[in-house]
Nanobody, 125 residues
């Protein structure tokens, strides 16, 4: 299994980025996926998650209204559209996957088995 993120970079406050993630070795239709982030000196934080069929979408309060998670089953790709970025969004962003839905705590990193190496997002003020 290989989870690979892309799309990070340096952006000014108020700007936008779109992260992408693929998970080879897993059946895309059978996995719940999520985005997590970790800033230096801070714990890993669940940012957003999406259920198998893409109906259930979850967001941490700090990104609601600014970030949008989606998945394309034709391309087997997960996305995170990030708008109105703030310096507080600066972190390493990780994509994660798990087999089957987990509704109890979809933003809990312990619920996910497969992880990417991360992509850095830096927002300058």
């Amino acid at each position: 299994v290989q989870v690979v993120e892309s799309g990070g970079g340096l952006v000014q406050a108020g700007g936008s980025l779109r992260l992408s993630c693929t998970a080879s070795g897993l059946t895309f239709d059978d996995i719940q996926m999520g985005w997590f982030r970790q800033a230096p000196g801070k714990e890993r934080e669940g940012v957003s998650a999406i259920t198998l069929g893409g109906i259930g979408k979850y967001y941490v309060d700090s990104v609601k209204g600014r970030f949008t998670i989606s998945r394309d089953h034709n391309k087997d790709t997960l996305y995170l559209q990030m708008n109105s970025l703030e310096p507080a969004d600066t972190a390493m962003y990780y994509c994660a996957a798990r087999r089957g839905n987990y509704y109890a705590s979809p933003l809990d990193h312990l619920a996910y088995s497969y992880w990417g190496q991360g992509t850095q997002v830096t927002v300058s003020s």
